[in-house]
T-cell receptor, first 117, second 112 residues
């Protein structure tokens, strides 16, 4: 248990469905992130939230919609996905600071394995 | 745009030391070297980080060359559970270069 909890662990959805991924952290961090890891590819940073404000959106299609209602929770809303969106979606949190500490270096959840059929 | 270069894979025998190399020849003065590992289908796990001095914790040791252009992660007594993809990442603690950007990493296979 890393302190970052993602639910569900596995999700199968049709292309016309709407679903949401949830991430929760109780580490007192003020930054949260969504990453995508497709098969045999490096992790790709999708969204960055700092103090509940979205500070980065790396050209992610609009069918992925993040939400950060407070510093402990992060959601990724999914709608009309494509089969190529099947991947492991990872949430992470961090507490940026100086000098850097291990917690500055991001803590990851176990991920949600998403399959789009 | 990964700032590090790692071999794609290596293996070692259980109980022996695993030395994982990383090149980061364009590292800037305020950038740290971080190592993470990812066991199959799990989230990446922080291992260690350093600036210029060698570092050691309960998991591993990090040896950074004097010119900081390369480093080596050492797992002193590898076990089967250390089989994973290991990522060497260079990042600044704040600012535009503070994002944790992953490359392909090195796949370590520990054999019995």
């Amino acid at each position: 248990e890393t302190g970052v909890t993602q639910t569900p662990r596995h999700l199968v959805m049709g292309m016309t469905n709407k679903k949401s991924l949830k991430c929760e952290q109780h580490l007192g961090h003020n930054a949260m992130y969504w990453y995508k890891q497709s098969a045999k590819k490096p992790l790709e940073l999708m969204f960055v939230y700092s103090l509940e404000e979205r500070v980065e959106n790396n050209s992610v299609p609009s069918r992925f919609s993040p939400e950060c209602p407070n510093s402990s929770h992060l959601f990724l809303h999914l709608h009309t996905l494509q089969p190529e969106d099947s991947a492991l979606y990872l949430c992470a949190s961090s507490q940026p600071g100086w000098p850097p500490t291990p917690f500055d270096g991001y803590t990851f959840g176990s991920g949600t394995r998403l399959t789009v059929v | 745009d990964a700032k590090t270069t790692q071999p794609p894979s290596m293996d070692c025998a259980e109980g022996r030391a695993a030395n994982l190399p990383c090149n980061h020849s364009t590292i800037s003065g305020n950038e740290y070297v971080y190592w993470y590992r990812q066991i199959h289908s799990q989230g990446p796990q922080y291992i260690i980080h350093g600036l210029k001095n060698n570092e050691t914790n309960e998991m591993a040791s990090l040896i950074i060359t004097e010119d900081r252009k390369s480093s080596t992660l050492i797992l002193p007594h590898a076990t089967l559970r250390d089989t994973a993809v290991y990522y060497c990442i260079v990042r600044a603690p704040t600012g535009a270069n503070s994002k944790l950007t992953f490359g392909k990493g090195i796949t370590l296979s520990v054999r019995p």
